[in-house]
């Protein structure tokens, strides 16, 4: 008695601690979106790297503000003796601190890396945009894929409570000798067939709700309830609209990136023609003597002004200057490839939705025919008018007619997706 109340306690335990490491939560597609926004581990580096863009450009800006640096020296020359010929002394020990301020006045490459940087920061937010944008396709892709699951789930248990049904009718049939045998064996392969496709359909359910969570940022053992329905996805108003919608090339963000590398790849000429401007910085250096020797000339205040200018690199700028214009040249073409390439994507895309519409509406209307027949050859059959084998090519036909119904759902919204990302349309 004690060894099973210890037994009833753990299970307690286990059930507690499943309960708290679960969760269940209802999500409509924006609700889930929103939730992806919030918590998707690809969304989340990319924000970490914006700071870190924001950071590098502060970092850049912070080059060419004033900068000081602090300094501590103690020197001991060992007792060393220093003979001026009229006069000799012993070296004392030396203690100085140091402040250094440093400002710079003119550096070409100053300006231009702050360009560049400015330009990064720019790229990492079009990215950070264009990640949303695809999270938002594949969270979307997703939740339909499950609906879609979850139709064909239905669609095969109610085929297979007919099918089991007229199975048990025929088998009582074949008992008193109404019906031949055969006829039984052929209803028993449907059930065997349907019954092992909706075992089949469970597991592939269950492989789009765990893509689901991670894509969500959830946990294996959270669970989801679906708000939204299969049929509010499919709206013919909706696709006759999207085909109405034209591509702006300059809010795509491929196309935006591409338009960002253009240019950096023109600050990336000027960065290497400034190598041969001219570098000006001012400083200013006091010395806190704390200890001195006997001999010392050395101002507390120093201030001055340093410059640099290149005068022979063996051709080093030129030839950097020759690589950044070959970069930019291959940056144009790029672009041009880019906005080429993304305006046949729309035509095919287009013509996908298009075809994947027409589909759906000649499905739909299969599907009511095929649904007229199965149940017209099941009431026959019945009766005794019609045979075992009708009976099951009439169903066969019939799941068929449901296949390619579902089948031309799930192109209808792929392609209607694929079309939305490329219009930029979360």
Known sequence: MKLKKQLLVS????VGVAMVQGQSMELSLDAAKQYAYDYNRTLKK???????????KWEAIAAGLPHATASYAYQNSMDYEVNLGMAAFTMEPTQNAQLQVTQLLFSGSYWVGIQLADIAKQMSVISLKKTELDISKEVTSSYQS??????????????????KGLLDKTEQMVAVGATEKTNADQ?????????NAIKENERQLEVAKNLFRFQLGLGSEDEIVFSDSLSYFVDDAQVSGLLLEQLVLNNNYDMMLVSQNLNLAKKQVNMAKSKALPTISAYYNYTEKIATSGFDMTPPHVVGISASLPLFTSFETTSSIKQAKYQLKSSELTMQDTKEQLLLTEKQLRFNLKNAFESYKIQKENIDVATSVFNDYSLKYEQGVASGMELTTANSNFLTAQSNYISSIMSLLSAENELKNLLGKK
Request: charged content about 20%.
């Open 11 to 14: 299970a307690m335990l286990i």
């Open 146 to 163: 499950i609906l879609v699951a979850k139709e064909i789930q239905k669609i095969l248990k109610a085929n297979y409570e007919n099918v």
């Open 46 to 56: 990319s924000g970490l790297s914006v700071a870190e863009a924001k950071s590098a």
């Open 187 to 195: 209803l028993k392969v449907q059930v065997a067939t349907t019954e």
